[in-house]
C-alpha cells in the first residue's frame, strides 16, 4: 500500500461522523463497544486447531444510510479434536450462531467471539454461521464520496476486517471468499475476484435497509488474506485500460486466459484518472514476464474510501477518492500496488513485522518499471528519492524487521517500504542479476498462495545464488542504520610513470549502528577515463592501495554506480 499523511492522520482511528440515515438501523445500544484496531498480536499460532478454508459472504447495504446487515457461512477444517473457532469481530450486533445449521452456544469478549466446536473431530469439515447488523466502527466505510454522492468501502489493513466481517483476522490465515452483495440499484459493485453473472434485482427479504436494491455475486478461487477482501459500492463509471498476461493467467476464467485491467471511479473524475491509469495494464505484462503468473482473475483499480494513498487488495486495488479527484497523476502509486497483486497479496508476509516482504518489494520493483518504461534516469531519480527517505528519517534507529513494535500502524515507515527496497536493490548488486531474479521467480513459485517470512526468502536466495548470505541479512535487516563513509585519498608517486592511490575509507555512521560489510566498488576518474576497482569494507577504518595507476586521477568515488545504501558522508 502507500502511506499518506492523511492516513498517519488518522492513526487514531477516529471515523468522521458522516451524517447518513440511522432509519431502521439497530439501536446503538445494543452495539458493543469496538475494540481498537492495529494491535499486534501475541507472537505464534493466532488460530490454533482450526483452519479456514472459506467464507461464504453475503452482504445488504442500503442507500444514505449508515448501518448495514451481514451474514457469513465459515467453512472450517477442525485440526484438532472439539476445537474452538476464534472468530475477530467487534462493535456490531450478533443476531446469531450457528455450527452446520444448529443453534451454537459462544462467548463474545473483547472483540473475538469464540465458537467451540465440540462435536468435531480432527480432519471434520464444519461451517459456523454467524449473521449480525448495525453500525460499522471502521473497515466498512458507509459515508459521502468526495463528491457527496453516498459510498460503501471496505477498508481492512491491518487488521479492520474484524470491523465488518467475522474472520480470523491474520494475514497468514488464508482462505477463499464468495460475496453475495444487496446493493442500491444506482450502484455498481466491485469486490475481488471474478464476477458471476450479471446483477438481478434483490429477492423480497433480502437482508439489509429497504430499497429498490440489485444483488450482485463475486467468486475468489484462490486462497487470500482477510485483510485483502473488499467490496465496493457506489456510482461509478467503468473503463478498459486492456487486457494483459494472456496464457500467463491461470486463475483467470476468461477463454483466451487474458485477465481484464479496468478503472472503476465516479462519473465525474473518469478523465482525470486517466493518465493515472493509462499503462496498467503495460505494467501487469512487465511484472508477469520478471515474477512469473499474474495470480488472480482479473485486475479493477477503483477509486474509494481507503485511507491509504493506495490499497493492494487481491485483484481490486482501491486508490484515494481525493487525489483521483483532484486530477493528481498517481502513475507510481499504480505501479506500487500492481506489484502487490505478486508480493504482500499472493505471496503474503506469515506475519506483519515481516512486512518489508510485501512493501519493500513494492517499492523497488514498482520503481523498475519506470525504468523499463521510462530510462534509466528515470530508475536512479526514484532510487535517490528513496535513499533520501531512508537517511531522513529516524525509523532507520530500529531495525526492520522490529517484533518489539507493538503498533501494526506504525509499520508503515521508511525502514519497510524504501530501506527494504534498497535491501533488494544491494542483494541484486552482490548476487548479480542472474542469480536475483531467479531467486525471486522461485520465491513467488514456492509461496504462491501462501505465507512468507524473511529466513524463507533468504534460504531462497542463498539457493539461487550458491552464496551464504547470513551476514548481509543480520546487518540490514535485524540490525538499524545505514553505513555513512568518509574517503580521503592521496596520491603516491612511483618510479616510472605509474604511482599508487591510497584510499582511506572511515564508516562514521553512529556508535550503536553496526559496522557494516560492504562489497562494493572504488572508481578513479581522470581524463583519461576511469577505472573500477573491487574492494570489501569490513572494519571501522580500511586503507586500499591501488598500485600501477597510470596517472594521478581527478577524482576517487566510493560505489560509484550506486549500488550502497549510504549517508551523506565525507568524499
Known amino acids: 500500500m502507500i502511506r499518506t499523511r492523511l492516513s498517519n492522520a ?10 447518513l440515515s440511522l ?18 498480536p501475541p507472537f505464534g499460532r493466532y488460530a490454533p486447531g482450526v483452519d479456514v478454508l472459506h467464507y461464504e459472504v453475503e452482504i445488504g447495504l442500503g442507500y444514505g444510510t449508515d448501518w448495514f446487515a451481514g451474514r457469513v457461512d465459515v467453512h472450517v477444517a477442525a485440526e484438532d479434536d472439539g476445537p474452538v473457532l476464534p472468530l475477530d469481530f467487534t462493535g456490531l450486533t450478533l443476531e446469531e450462531v450457528a455450527v452446520d445449521g444448529h443453534p451454537a452456544r459462544y462467548d463474545h469478549v473483547a472483540g473475538v467471539l469464540r465458537v467451540p466446536l465440540e462435536a468435531a473431530e480432527e480432519g471434520d469439515r464444519v461451517i459456523v454461521t454467524v449473521v449480525y447488523r448495525g453500525v460499522p466502527d471502521d473497515g466498512l466505510i458507509l459515508r459521502p464520496n468526495v463528491h457527496g454522492a453516498p459510498s460503501a468501502f471496505v477498508d481492512n489493513w491491518p487488521n479492520r476486517t474484524r470491523f465488518w466481517l467475522p474472520s480470523v483476522d491474520h494475514p497468514a490465515d488464508k482462505a477463499t471468499v464468495n460475496y453475495t452483495v444487496h446493493a442500491p440499484a444506482q450502484w455498481k459493485v466491485i469486490a475481488n475476484g471474478a464476477q458471476v453473472g450479471a446483477p438481478v434485482s434483490a429477492a423480497d427479504g433480502a437482508i439489509g435497509p429497504d430499497g429498490e436494491r440489485l444483488t450482485w455475486r463475486w467468486e475468489v478461487g484462490v486462497p487470500i488474506s482477510p485483510y485483502n477482501m473488499v467490496i465496493g459500492a457506489a456510482d461509478m463509471t467503468v473503463q478498459t485500460v486492456g487486457l494483459a498476461a494472456c496464457g500467463q493467467a491461470p486463475a483467470s476464467r476468461r477463454d483466451d486466459g487474458c ?6 471511479v465516479f462519473p465525474q473524475d473518469v478523465e482525470r484518472a486517466e493518465p493515472s491509469f493509462r499503462r496498467a495494464a503495460e505494467m501487469v505484462d512487465y511484472f508477469t514476464d520478471l515474477f512469473g503468473p499474474f495470480p488472480f482473475e482479473k485486475l479493477a483499480n477503483v477509486q474509494s474510501a481507503t485511507r491509504f494513498g493506495g490499497m493492494e487488495n487481491a485483484s481490486a486495488i482501491f486508490y484515494s477518492e481525493q487525489a483521483i479527484a483532484s486530477g493528481r497523476n498517481i502513475e507510481g502509486t499504480v505501479s506500487h500496488e500492481i506489484v502487490h497483486q505478486w508480493f504482500g497479496d499472493a505471496v503474503t508476509e506469515e506475519n506483519w513485522h515481516h512486512l518489508w516482504l510485501s512493501e519493500g518489494f513494492a517499492t523497488y520493483f514498482g520503481d523498475q518499471f519506470f525504468e523499463a518504461a521510462d530510462g534509466e534516469e528515470s530508475f536512479r531519480r526514484l532510487m535517490g528519492e528513496s535513499r533520501q527517505g531512508v537517511i531522513n528519517s529516524s525509523d ?16 508503515l515507515n521508511a525502514n519497510n517500504y524504501p530501506k527494504g527496497g534498497w535491501v533488494l536493490h544491494m542483494l541484486r548488486g552482490i548476487v548479480g542479476d542472474d542469480a536475483f531474479f531467479t531467486g525471486i521467480r522461485e520465491y513467488y513459485g514456492r509461496y504462491l498462495h501462501s505465507v512468507a517470512d524473511t529466513e524463507d526468502f533468504q534460504a531462497v536466495m542463498e539457493e539461487s545464488s550458491g552464496d551464504e548470505l547470513d551476514w548481509f541479512f543480520s546487518q540490514w535487516i535485524y540490525r538499524p542504520g545505514f553505513p555513512t563513509f568518509d574517503v580521503q585519498w592521496r596520491w603516491i608517486p612511483g618510479e616510472g610513470s605509474t604511482g ?4 582511506t575509507v572511515r564508516q562514521i555512521q553512529r556508535d550503536s549502528w553496526p559496522t557494516f560489510r560492504v562489497p562494493t566498488e572504488i572508481a578513479l576518474e581522470g581524463p583519461g577515463g576511469s577505472s573500477h576497482h573491487e574492494i570489501e569494507l569490513l572494519t571501522r577504518e580500511e586503507v586500499i592501495r591501488i598500485d600501477g595507476v597510470k596517472a594521478r586521477p581527478s577524482r576517487v568515488v566510493l560505489d560509484p554506480d550506486g549500488w550502497v545504501l549510504k549517508g551523506d558522508g565525507g568524499r
Open 500 to 503: 599508487t592511490v591510497e584510499v
Open 396 to 411: 532507520v534507529e530500529r531495525p526492520i524487521y522490529d517484533p518489539a513494535e507493538t503498533s501494526l500502524f506504525a509499520l
Open 23 to 40: 432509519l431502521g438501523a439497530p439501536l446503538a445500544a445494543q452495539e458493543p463497544e469496538p475494540i481498537e484496531a492495529g494491535v499486534a
Open 10 to 19: 488518522l492513526r487514531a482511528l477516529t471515523l468522521v461522523g458522516t451524517g
Open 259 to 264: 485477465v481484464e485491467v479496468t478503472y472503476w
